[in-house]
């Protein structure tokens, strides 16, 4: 079930806007919960591979692109532009 709501949310990051790197993250928590339940025995072996390359590609199908910085503010007047608005 936990790896069935990680699924999920990663689906539901992922059809937000400019989230990719959110999901990129969840995706790859996803991966590492697929490990450790294969390690802990939760996950039969026949599916075990299959889960592990699932994991694996969802990772890396994500492409997280950081937002732009801002821009800079604009530059203070000069002396010269605060005379011509007097």
């Known amino acids: ?9 990663v689906e539901a990051t992922l059809a937000q806007e400019g989230e990719g790197c959110k999901a990129r993250d969840q995706a790859i928590t996803l991966r590492k919960s697929v490990s450790q339940a294969i390690k802990e025995g939760d ?13 694996k590609d969802l990772v890396e199908s994500i492409h997280c692109e ?10 203070p007047p000069t002396d010269y532009e605060e005379e011509e608005d007097d």
């Open 1 to 9: 079930d936990d790896l069935a709501a990680q699924s999920d949310a």
């Open 43 to 55: 996950v039969p072996a026949d599916l075990q591979s299959e889960m592990r390359g699932r994991a």
């Open 66 to 75: 950081p937002p732009q910085p801002p821009p800079p503010p604009p530059p």
